[in-house]
T-cell receptor
Framework: DAKTTQPPSMDCAEGRAANLPCNHS???????VYWYRQIHSQGPQYIIH???NNETNEMASLIITEDRKSSTLILPHATLRDTAVYYC????????????FGPGTRLSVLP | GVTQSPTHLIKTRGQQVTLRCSSQ?????VSWYQQALGQGPQFIFQ???????GRGNFPPRFSGLQFPNDSSELNVNALELDDSALYLC????????????????FGPGTRLTVL
């Protein structure tokens, strides 16, 4: 079973920041938080991951709470091409450890 | 990046199918996932250095191979209607070569339809 809880859907206006929440209250100390997204009928695309510090890359920012029980993925200036299903996954980084995908959040960026 | 072939495939119930994947350059771990319509991907198995290195809740008629050049195959025997899905391959860097993480990079998938 997925160890995360995400809202099933969200809307965001084009050009505004999209803030996607994720609850992972049972996360262990050695589990990372990963975010992937999947545009319709394509393979999942890696976005970002982190352990306990906030992370930023060219795609997004990841904000992890101090107790690590929740996180937020921030797309700073959403575009129509960001419309996708966003998956939040917690995982230990060891060989043989797969990604357990839940239903994710369907983000719709509106013009 | 990760490539998969074919893009689409139609088979009939009871047949066998082989799906192929080429990992991203330098990656020696490959994982396969099944994604039914409207659901998230489900882990089938993972291969590392040509050995199975973890398996999800899939029957033995789902089998795999990994080759020395890090390409991989997923074989499914005795196809059932419920095997209709998008099959995804993901490859990852060796642990220790990228900050100690095992981020998986996915291919575009093969859409299998079983009639």
């Amino acid at each position: 079973d997925a160890k995360t809880t995400q809202p099933p859907s969200m809307d965001c206006a084009e050009g505004r920041a999209a803030n996607l929440p994720c609850n992972h209250s049972t996360i262990s100390g050695n589990e990372y938080v990963y975010w992937y997204r999947q545009i319709h009928s394509q393979g999942p695309q890696y976005i970002i991951h982190g352990l306990k510090n906030n992370e930023t890359n060219e795609m997004a920012s990841l904000i992890i709470t101090e107790d690590r029980k929740s996180s937020t993925l921030i797309l700073p200036h959403a575009t129509l091409r960001d419309t996708a299903v966003y998956y939040c996954i917690v995982r230990v980084n060891n060989y043989g450890q797969n990604f357990v995908f839940g239903p994710g959040t369907r983000l719709s960026v509106l013009p | 990046g990760v490539t998969q072939s074919p893009t689409h495939l139609i088979k009939t119930r009871g047949q066998q199918v082989t799906l192929r994947c080429s990992s991203q350059s330098g990656h020696n771990t490959v994982s396969w996932y099944q994604q039914a319509l409207g659901q998230g991907p489900q882990f089938i198995f993972q291969y590392y250095r040509e050995e199975e290195n973890g398996r999800g809740n899939f029957p033995p008629r789902f089998s795999g191979l990994q080759f020395p050049n890090d390409s991989s195959e997923l074989n499914v025997n005795a196809l059932e209607l419920d095997d209709s899905a998008l099959y995804l391959c993901a490859s990852s860097l060796p642990l220790g070569s990228a900050g100690g993480t095992d981020t998986q990079y996915f291919g575009p998938g093969t859409r299998l339809t079983v009639l």
